[in-house]
C-alpha cells in the first residue's frame, strides 16, 4: 500500500494533449514528404489534378522509368561516393583533431576552434569562384578525388566542435588507466575512447552527410559529368519535351531522399543522445 502511495501518478490529460501535439507538428514537417511520395506513386494523369486525388492505384512504374531515364543511376552512384567518402574522412580526421583538443588544450583552444568554425561563415556563393579557380589550377575539376576533398574540408569543422564537446565529457581517468597498463595513445585513442563517442560520430555523421548528400552549387560548379551527383543531375533533367515532369520529379525526389530517410531512422537514439550529451560538461 506505501509502494503504490510512494509512486507518482500520471496525469492523463497532458500527457495526451503533449502526445496529440507532437504527432500533428510532425505530421505537418512530413507533409512536402509525403506529398512527394504520393505524387511519384500517382499515375501521371493525376498527378497535377486539381482538386487533388487521394485515393488512386498505386504504381512503381514512375520510379522505374525515372532511373532509368539517362543518367540518372550514374547521378545517385557519384552521390553516394563522393558523400559517404567524405563525411567518413572528415569524421576521422575530426576525431584526431577533437582529441588534441580536448587532451593537450594548445594555447588559445577556445580561439582556434571558433578561427575553425568560421570558415562556415562565409556564404557558399562566395567560395564558388576562388575554388574554381583552385580547382582549375589543380586540375581537380570534374573529378572524385577534388570533390572528396572539398566535401572533407567543409565537413570538418562542424565535427570538430561535436566531438570534441563529447570528448571533454569523458573523463581523463580512462587515458590515465590505459597509459597505466602499458597501452599506447593510439590503443587508448581507438580503442578506449573512440568507442565511447558512438553517439557524437552518429551526430556529426549524420548532420554532415544532410549537407553533402543535399548540396547543389558546388558540385554543379567544381564538379562535371564524370562527377555530378543527384543534386545536379535533377536539375539538368527536370524539363522533358519543353515542359516539367513532375512525375519524375516526384520519383526522383523519392528515391533521392529514402537512403537519409533510412540511416536517420536506424540511428535516430543515438542521434538524439549524441545532440544533447556532448554539450554537458563533465566527467562520466
Do not use: C
Amino acid at each position: 500500500m506505501a509502494d503504490d502511495f510512494m509512486k507518482p501518478r500520471r496525469k492523463s490529460g497532458p500527457i495526451k494533449l503533449s502526445t496529440l501535439s507532437a504527432w500533428l507538428v510532425s505530421l505537418i514537417f512530413f507533409l512536402p514528404i509525403a506529398w512527394i511520395i504520393a505524387s511519384a506513386l500517382k499515375p501521371k494523369q493525376y498527378v497535377l489534378n486539381f482538386p487533388p486525388k487521394w485515393i488512386f492505384m498505386p504504381t512503381l512504374s514512375n520510379i522505374t522509368d525515372a532511373i532509368s531515364y539517362g543518367n540518372t543511376a550514374k547521378y545517385f552512384l557519384d552521390s553516394v561516393i563522393y558523400s559517404f567518402t567524405a563525411v567518413a574522412l572528415a569524421i576521422l580526421v575530426s576525431f584526431l583533431a577533437a582529441y588534441s583538443f580536448s587532451r593537450f588544450k594548445p594555447a588559445g583552444t577556445d580561439f582556434l576552434m571558433f578561427l575553425l568554425l568560421s570558415s562556415r561563415f562565409v556564404p557558399a556563393a562566395a567560395l564558388v569562384i576562388p575554388f574554381f579557380q583552385l580547382f582549375n589550377l589543380v586540375h581537380l575539376q570534374d573529378s572524385f578525388v577534388g570533390l572528396i576533398l572539398f566535401y572533407t574540408m567543409f565537413s570538418i569543422p562542424f565535427s570538430v566542435w561535436i566531438l570534441k564537446g563529447f570528448i571533454d565529457g569523458v573523463s581523463t581517468k580512462f587515458d590515465e588507466t590505459g597509459f597505466v597498463y602499458g597501452a599506447s595513445r593510439m590503443h587508448v585513442m581507438f580503442k578506449i575512447i573512440l568507442p565511447q563517442l558512438r553517439p557524437g560520430l552518429v551526430a556529426a555523421f549524420v548532420f554532415n552527410i544532410i549537407f553533402v548528400w543535399n548540396e547543389f552549387l558546388f558540385n554543379f560548379q567544381l564538379g562535371g559529368i564524370h562527377t555530378y551527383g543527384i543534386p545536379v543531375g535533377l536539375f539538368t533533367s527536370i524539363t522533358k519535351d519543353g515542359h516539367l515532369d513532375w512525375s519524375f520529379v516526384a520519383s526522383i525526389g523519392t528515391v533521392y531522399v529514402l537512403p537519409l530517410a533510412i540511416t536517420i531512422y536506424a540511428f535516430q537514439k543515438y542521434l538524439l543522445v549524441g545532440l544533447t550529451f556532448g554539450t554537458v560538461r563533465g566527467e562520466v
